[in-house]
């Protein structure tokens, strides 16, 4: 996984694949020594992305998939579904998910403190 970044940024760069390794193995081990020394601030990283990002997440792309995206574009991706079907998807698309979401969202931040 490291040769794949490394690549990157060898390209964006204009770096040496050498400097580039050398770069991205120094700042994962520094990510590593501060995790084992400050063992806490994993437990934070977790709360503030599986409890606040993803649900932050999940209202973005319902509030995209059911006021931005073009109702056109959306009827075309899902031409399996029948006309029923797709209007009760968008329903639930577009004010139902975000405010159970959200409910998630206010949820989990609250169980927290």
Known sequence: MLMLAAVVVEEQLKLPRQTAVLALGTIAWIV????????????????????VMMPIGGILIAVFAGWVAPRETMRAELSGLNDTLFNAWRFIVRYMAPLLVGGVLILGVSARF
């Open 32 to 51: 590593g020594a501060i995790s084992v020394f400050f063992p806490h601030l994993n437990e934070e990283i977790d709360f503030f992305s599986g409890q």
